[in-house]
């Protein structure tokens, strides 16, 4: 089985992985919504899916005033282990 299948099964839509897989490689660290490559994620779904992992508890949304982008920074939910273990296996994450 390769990713995209895996994601699809597992996720709901195959970039739900790639994305989750993304963020769970930079570890801890902050980034904007737009941040994401274009071979994780379209630009056109970067918004709805992140704001999915906001709503599981995954990310906290920051907006700055001054500024028109959105951060998102990881939590420390448990559901991020479910990433963790795809990581392992994944030969995307590789």
Sequence with gaps: ??????????????????????????????FYQSEPPLEVIPQSAAGTELRRFVHLGMLTEHRETASRRVYYEPTTSAL????????RISPLAK
């Design 1 to 30: 089985m390769d990713v995209d299948e895996v994601g699809r099964l597992l996720f709901g839509r195959p970039c739900r992985l790639r994305v989750a897989l993304w963020i769970h490689g930079r570890g801890r660290e902050r």
């Design 80 to 87: 991020w282990s479910i990433v963790a273990a795809a990581a």
